[in-house]
């Protein structure tokens, strides 16, 4: 069975400051994606960024980058110079064949951006 | 430009009641998603179809329909609703099979049951 593990239930930074949120994973692929969802207080999703499990590099968008280390299953998104528009919930995700390619979401991460 | 439409934005209903909240997609996606968010629980997924006419369990299907009649709409039921079902839910869609295929999603709809 496919799982997403998020032990962080809120995290604090300060403005400038880079952050990490942490994700760890489980599954049996070989081929999966790892995602990061923002979610701010007004509700919507919104898609950060993407990981594909035989990709070499770790991805980055803009301020955002996925420290992705395969052995250890972890997918940990890093928020370089936090603004105060940072301050949301984080989700981590993933989608895989076993999973029947459906996307399954952790439990979230909110962080507060202090200024 | 629409994207992923739910309706309705906020329900409240009484114990026993039933409802369908509608979810339509123009992204010609194939795999739609319903899933219900709570408090320190993140989403868990209701149910999802991987295309007209398919529908799948996700982790917490009970007490919860759908039907995909239409590659476009992914109706979600609650036959009769109860307190638990109190929730902000949200519909999904993606593209199939791998690679970078993330989720467009609804605005989400607040459900109280009383």
């Known amino acids: 069975a496919q799982k997403i593990t998020q032990t962080q239930p809120g995290m604090f930074v300060q403005e400038k400051e880079a952050v990490t949120l942490d994700c760890t994973y489980d599954?049996?692929?070989?081929?999966?994606?790892l995602f990061w969802y923002k979610q701010p207080s007004s509700g919507e999703m919104i898609f950060l960024i993407y990981?594909?499990?035989?990709?070499?590099q770790n991805a980055t968008e803009g301020r955002y980058s996925l420290n992705f280390q395969k052995a250890r299953k972890s997918a940990n998104l890093v928020i370089s110079a936090s603004q105060l528009g940072d301050s949301a919930m984080y989700f981590c995700?993933?989608?895989?064949?076993?999973?029947?390619?459906?996307?399954?979401f952790g439990a979230g991460t909110r962080l507060f951006v202090k200024a | 430009n629409a994207g992923v439409t739910q309706t309705p934005k906020f329900r409240v209903l009484k114990t026993g009641q039933s409802m369908t909240l509608l979810c339509a997609q123009d992204?010609?996606?194939?795999?739609m998603y319903w899933y219900r968010q709570d408090p320190g629980m993140g989403l868990r997924l209701i149910h999802y179809?991987?295309?007209?006419?398919?529908?799948a369990k996700g982790e917490v299907p009970d007490g919860y329909n759908v039907s995909r009649l239409k590659k476009q709409n992914f109706l979600l039921g609650l036959e009769s609703a109860a307190p638990s079902q109190t929730s902000v839910y949200f519909c999904?869609?993606?593209?199939?099979?791998?690679?970078?295929?993330?989720?467009?999603f609804g605005q989400g709809t607040r459900l109280t049951v009383v």
């Open positions: 179809s991987v295309g007209e006419g398919t529908t």
């Open positions: 992204m010609n996606h194939e795999y």
């Open positions: 599954t049996s692929d070989p081929s999966y994606g």
């Open positions: 990981q594909g499990s035989y990709d070499q």
């Open positions: 999904a869609s993606s593209y199939l099979g791998q690679g970078k295929s993330e989720a467009f």
């Open positions: 995700a993933m989608r895989g064949r076993t999973g029947g390619f459906k996307t399954i």
